[in-house]
Structure formats: C-alpha cells, structure tokens
C-alpha cells in the first residue's frame, strides 16, 4: 500500500514541479488575447471558465481508457502503477499541455493542422485520416462500452440495443449544438458522479484493508506477455493518449487565459492519472493473478469494474460508481464526434455557424460508427489501443519540433516521442492485427525505423531553421497571425 500512496503524492506534487517547468519552457503569457475571444462564433468558440473548462477537459480525455487499461495492465503487476507515474508526469501530461496550449497559439487548430504546419504539408492529410480513424474507433468503443453497462443495470427491461440508441441520439445533439447548451451545463453534473465514483473506490480499498502489492520488477502477467511493448499499449489513457491530442483543442477554443492552461491541460492529466492508479490498484488488490485473468476472460473489463463496485460499496453505492464510470465514455465519445466534425470542417473549409453544415459533416460520422459496432470489442479495442498512441506520437512529434523552432527545450517531448515511437511500430510489428512478426525481429526493425525518425526530425528542423532566417518560411508561434522566427 506505501508505493499506492507515493504514486499518489508523486502525480500531485509532479504537477507543482515539473508542470511549472514545462510551462515555463513553452512561455506561457498571461496578457495574450486568446481564440475565445478573437473568433468568438457561439458555437466552438466561447468563453467559458476555468474550473468548467477543466472539468469539460477531465471528461473529454478520461473515457474508458483509465479503468480498462489499467484493469487489464493490472496483469503485469505493480509495474503497471510505475507506467502511469512516470509516463503521466513526463509524457502524458506534457503532450496534453504542448497540444492543448500550441492549438491556443493557433487560433484553436486541430493535430492534422498543426501537423501540417510544424512537420510538412504531406504530414497534414496524413493525420488527418489517422485522427478520424482514432476518433471513430473512440466513438464506436465509447458507445458500445457504456452502452453494455448500463445494460446490464437495466435487465429485464432495457436492452444494450436500446442503450445504444440512446447514447447515438446524445452525441449527435453534443456534436451539433453550441458547446455551452450541453456540454457546458450537464458536465458538472457528470463531474460529481465521477468524482464520488473514484474517491469510493480509493477509499474503500484502502479503509476494506485490501492488499494492494508493493512495487516489483517481476512481470506477474499470466501468461508472461511482454511487459514492452504490451503495457504501453495497453495503459494508454491513464499515462499516455493521442485521443487526447484530439480533445485538448475544443477547450483551447474556450480558455479565456494562457494561464489556466497548466491546470486546465497538464492538471487534468494528472487527475487522470490518479483515477488509473485506483482501478489499477482495486485490480491487483481483489483479484490475484489466475483470477483476474480468468475473469477478464469471462467478463471482460466492464464485468471487473462491475465486481469491483459491488464488491467494495455495495449495491447502493457500488451502482453509483458503476454510473460514475459509464459517464467517462460518454464524456469522450460525444466530444470525439464534436471533435470529428470540427476536423473535417477545417480541413475542407467549411464555417460552422450554419446548422446545416455540421448537420451534412456529422450524419456520415455517425452512419460509420453504427456499422463499426457490429465489430467484435476486443478487436476494435486492439485497433485502438495502437491508433491511439502513435497519434500520441505524432502529437509529441509536434510538440517537440514547435519547441525547437524556438530554441527551447525540446527535449521534454522529443524523448517521450521517441520512447513511444519505438514502442508504437514494436507493437505493430509483433501484433497479429499488424505484421506478426517475432519479438525479436520487432524489436530490431522497430528501432531501425525509430532511429530514421529521430534523424528526419532533426534534419528537418535543420532545413525549417534555416529556411525561417532566409526569410522563406513563416511560423504561427504567436497569436495564429504569422509571425517569423526572426
């Protein structure tokens, strides 16, 4: 239980330390007039506050992925909570606040755009595709997920199939209608069921006497997967997420002040992190080995985090914290379809005052991820566990190469782009979604590959640099206005 409670303290005191260094890296500026209020529309950009903006942010990026990951990263072991740490407070957290804060610089753009803008043209059709792909497979698990729950809550007279329907006709009104009508006024709401969901859980396994294990190399896996790749991939969510990358530029749309992006972006993170770390430990804690294996088998991860509640609260209280994790899902996918929308909008050019004209970009969204439900889960979560960190990887990417541009600290993100990116094509190498080739022969040509683009990031920033002091290319650093690096 002592590495439980360090883990804790470590994530909050992370925010205080290394988080103010990163902000102070990036050059946060206080009196900057910011999106929401420069392209004020009342749709996407309004100006809203603080503590709504980072609850809105808490829910959009907490979906699934910080209960299921971490229950099923819970087969590694206490490993598992050293991932979370550490890959939150030096790779999640600062790829949400760079993501989340050089959209803000950029008049609110999406990856795809400030892809485009910071590693090449090519690299902005690219992403483009590959965040659509990721927020459709997001959409599709986070209405099949909570959908399946709630279910279950409701037998007898209400089916999974009505369930789903219901959650469809949610996200199509979240993904069309001004952000403040809906997302605005029932997150709130939504944020204390949360909150009480994850506090119960904590403090019931800690007051129950619950063995949480203490920290260990070992890989205590059942069938002794690989902790590399595997567990990276896995625990996404609660250490590091592209869809995150994703999300974090709806709330630059919002954020009145560059100086709530700390609390707003890499706070957020942190508070994601925590989460990952109680469902990890109530993992490791009820079910030893064997047993959360076999029912991980039987159940899958909505059966764990079911036993889990009653098992620890009770029926009462344990259905609310069932409720409080239904609502993760549901907070992310309708801001994934918000987010599609958008992408797709700004990619083609298409103002999004008109009714119409999110109407006409969303229904095809929707149309797709109804035919992508009929996909087993455990599959389409596979797909998305590996299209979710090589965003991830393309984000940090990003992040690093705005850093560099303006010779700072670039390393904060280049080193946690390259640990994913050898981790990313390790996976897809081995998996057999993807090549099925051996461990061995991944490992090497993952590393072959990741080596090429860490020299194509520095050969590229070699030829930006110099192209911005001959004059011939200009960088939005500022206020998404153009402004050259001389």
């Known amino acids: 239980m002592i590495t439980f409670f360090v883990s804790i303290a470590i994530l909050i005191a992370a925010y205080f330390t290394y988080g103010k260094y990163v902000e102070k890296v990036f050059g946060m500026q206080e009196k900057r007039s910011t999106p929401a209020y420069t392209l004020a529309d009342g749709q996407d950009y309004v100006p809203m506050g603080k503590q709504k903006n980072s609850l809105i942010q808490l829910l959009n990026i907490a979906g699934v992925g910080p209960i299921f990951g971490p229950i099923m990263g819970a087969l590694y072991g206490p490993v598992a909570f050293l991932w979370i740490v550490f890959g939150a407070i030096f790779a999640g957290a600062v790829h949400d606040y760079l993501t989340g804060m050089i959209s803000l610089r950029n008049r609110g753009a999406h990856l795809p755009e400030l892809a485009g803008q910071f590693l090449g043209k090519v690299f902005k059709h690219v992403v483009n595709a590959f965040a659509l792909l990721l927020l459709l497979l997001v959409g599709t698990v986070f209405v099949t997920a909570p959908a399946a729950l709630l279910g279950d809550l409701t037998k007898g007279w209400m089916t999974v199939g009505v369930w789903v329907a219901i959650i469809f006709a949610y996200y199509l009104l979240a993904t069309l209608l001004p952000i ?3 997302i605005g006024r029932i997150y709130p709401i939504l944020g204390l069921i949360l ?6 859980i904590g403090g019931a396994i800690v007051i129950q006497g619950y063995p949480i294990p203490e920290l260990t190399f070992a890989n205590l896996h059942p069938d002794k997967l690989p902790i590399f790749p595997l567990l990276f991939i896995t625990i996404a969510c609660g250490a590091l997420s592209g869809f995150h990358a994703t999300q974090s530029p709806i709330i630059s749309r919002t954020t009145k ?3 709530q ?5 890499y706070g957020m993170m942190i508070a994601e992190a925590i989460i990952a770390m109680i469902w990890a430990a109530a993992a490791m804690s009820i079910f030893h080995g064997t047993d959360l294996s076999a029912l991980l088998a039987t159940a899958g991860p909505a059966g764990i985090v079911k036993e889990v509640s009653m098992t620890t609260l009770g029926a009462v209280f344990g259905t609310i914290a069932v409720l409080g994790v239904i609502v993760l899902p549901i ?5 994934a379809f918000r987010s599609a929308r958008m992408i797709i909008a700004d990619y083609i050019g ?8 999110r109407v006409w970009i969303a229904l095809p969204l929707f149309a797709i991820s109804i035919v992508l439900t009929q996909m087993d889960f455990n599959i389409l979560w596979r797909y998305f566990a590996w299209a979710n960190q090589t965003t991830a990887m393309i984000a940090l990417w990003v992040g690093a190469m705005y850093l560099a541009l303006q010779k700072k600290n670039y390393w904060i993100a280049a080193l946690p782009a390259t640990f994913i990116t050898m981790t ?5 190498l081995n998996a057999q979604i993807g090549f099925g080739l051996s461990m061995n022969l991944s490992y090497a040509v993952a590393a072959i590959i990741t080596l090429i683009i860490v ?3 520095f050969i590229s920033l070699r030829r930006k640099l110099a192209a911005t002091e001959a004059g011939e290319l200009t960088i939005l650093f500022e206020d998404g206005l153009g402004k050259s690096l001389n």
């Not at 909150?195 to 119960?200: C, E, N, P, Y």
């Not at 907070?331 to 801001?335: K, L, Y």
Request: proline residues 0%; hydrophobic residues 40%.
């Open 180 to 182: 403040d009508k809906i």
């Open 195 to 200: 909150l009480i969901s994850a506090l119960g």
């Open 257 to 259: 002040n560059e100086s």
């Open 261 to 265: 992006g700390r609390y707003i972006f």
């Open 331 to 335: 907070t992310s996918g309708d801001t």
């Open 350 to 357: 298409v103002a999004q005052k008109k009714f119409s004209s």
């Open 424 to 428: 990313t094509f390790t996976y897809i």
């Open 455 to 457: 020299l194509a990031f």
